[in-house]
């Protein structure tokens, strides 16, 4: 693993802030009915996993850190619920491969809390 100076050298950032961008543009051909429903959710939950991990890797402890990503994680759930369901109602074109995106970012920032926990344990017992 390479050295992380800030936020924006991690992966999960940067797919992270993608897939809010695809977000923002899959949601921009929404009804209007569901401009200030569903579309606007899903744009608040996606650009909530980004900047909750960008907010938890400025914070000064690990353990804040891995406060912050666990918070990055419950909103890329609702994100990936709120997929799911504009998929369903055929609002978005599942074709999109939003849902796969989310996948990987919620693999991801698994990982990261694993190993910043592992390192915290570790730093504890020295």
Request: hydrophobic share 40%; aromatic share 4%.
């Amino acid at each position: 693993m390479g050295t992380v100076s800030s936020h924006k050298d991690l992966l999960v950032w940067q797919k992270s802030v993608s897939l809010a961008s695809r977000i923002y543009a899959a949601t921009a051909a929404l009804p209007s009915d569901e401009r200030y429903g569903l579309s606007t959710q899903m744009r608040r939950a996606a650009v909530s996993v980004a900047s909750n991990i960008a907010e938890g890797a400025g914070r000064s402890s690990r353990g804040e850190y891995i406060q912050f990503l666990n918070v990055a994680r419950g909103s890329l759930s609702e994100l990936e619920t709120q997929i799911l369901i504009a998929g369903n109602l055929q609002l978005i074109d599942k074709n999109l491969g939003l849902d796969e995106s989310a996948s990987e970012i919620g693999k991801m920032l698994t990982s990261l809390i694993q190993r910043l926990r592992e390192r915290r344990e570790l730093a504890a017992r020295r």
